[in-house]
């Protein structure tokens, strides 16, 4: 069962501002990467669903979350049916996230009140992932889909929108600046924040600055 609701979820989205996003078969590695962005400030980390036994992993760290990340809400993205949705929800999950706008996850999702989040690629989309219930849409890939530009084309008749960019993003002021600035609820940002060096080289602490670095961009930018 998740420890945390849909609305909260939602609220720490928008109150942290920057979601990592991460994949790694070793459950210590992932350990690590949460547990520095945890103590650089995050409180939304998405584990996405990519490789075989990627549940077994998520079971762990979900467990590993409570006792050493108390506060931090886990969700699961890169989820694309309504079944694989089921079983995330059973290992506890805080939220869904998806590339792809499917009804049937929706339906699952309301039933347990867990945060549901498609991918969305046009105005008609995300008002129909509204109309499902979605309470923060993501855009992807969000370079590709309009960047920026696209976010505020869609504030403008929508601006009670909550949306959530991911692909596109990096850790820095411009770019930041640039989404945050278009109204963005919140940003998901995978390997320009975690990257391949950090892992490799094992350098946690470097993570953990990065982030710090990256949310008080963000704060600085909301003013």
Known sequence: MARFTRIQAAQAMGATGI???FYHKD???CKKVLKACYDGGV???EFTNRGDYAHEVFAELNKYAANEAPEMILGIGSVVDAGTTSLYIQLGTNFVVSPVLNPEMAKVCNRRK???SPGCGSLSEISYA???GAEVVKIFPGSEVGGPKFVKGVKGP???SSIMPTGGVTPTEENLSEWFN??????GMGSQL?????IADSNYAKLTDLVKNALAIVKKIKG
């Open 19 to 21: 979601v990592p996003v």
């Open 27 to 29: 459950i210590e590695i």
């Open 43 to 45: 409180r939304v980390f």
């Open 114 to 116: 867990i945060g549901w």
């Open 130 to 132: 509204e109309e499902l």
């Open 158 to 160: 929508f601006p009670w």
């Open 182 to 187: 278009a109204g963005v609820h919140c940003v």
């Open 194 to 198: 975690i990257t391949k060096d950090i």
